[in-house]
């Protein structure tokens, strides 16, 4: 029973019965949530408790010594060791989805970094053709324009020549 059930039991407020049970000592055995678990024997010790409370007696000279609750430390020992193995386990677990998680990410994060660079080298490796097929365009037609290029005599060269002669 929790602590809840045994004031209701009592006729008395949850935090009198755990003033009292620190009072009077009680071992008690605590669940998984720490809270306390109350036997019927407990019970008893409180119930004897209230009376003499309410018979007059001043805390302090109530001298009954109660029963104390009594833990098998192997077992207990055993169920915490469980319990937390169980939540390293758990642990160990979400660690290794979040490193997945994360390394997942930087994979899509690299290829889209690499996508985005083949793309910028298809755009250069076009724009390189065209100024490749531009370059040589203007080659064929500087050419052209060479061979149009009508020869001019040197008649100057000449008359000058055949004037000294």
């Known amino acids: 029973m929790n602590t ?3 004031a209701k039991i009592l006729g008395v407020s949850t935090s009198t019965v755990k ?3 620190k009072q009077l000592g009680l071992q008690l055995e605590k669940n998984e949530f720490g809270h306390f678990m109350y036997t019927k024997n407990d019970i008893k010790v409180l119930k004897g408790f209230k009376e003499k409370v309410q ?3 001043v805390l302090q000279d ?6 104390k609750g009594v833990i098998n430390a192997s077992t207990s020992s055993n169920y915490l060791l469980e319990k937390l193995m169980l939540k390293v386990e758990l642990l160990e ?3 290794r989805g979040k490193a997945d998680d994360v390394v997942t990410y930087q994979l899509l994060q690299q290829r889209r970094e690499i996508e985005e660079l083949e793309s910028q080298i298809k755009l250069l490796t076009e724009k390189l053709k065209k100024l490749e097929a531009k370059q040589a365009t203007q080659a064929v037609s500087e050419e052209k324009l060479v061979v149009n290029i009508p020869k001019q005599k040197n008649t100057k060269k000449k008359n000058i020549i055949s004037m000294f002669f």
């Open 4 to 6: 809840n059930v045994v």
């Open 19 to 21: 003033r009292w049970v």
């Open 55 to 57: 018979a007059g007696s």
């Open 62 to 67: 109530v001298s009954d010594e109660p029963r």
């Open 93 to 95: 677990t979400s660690l």
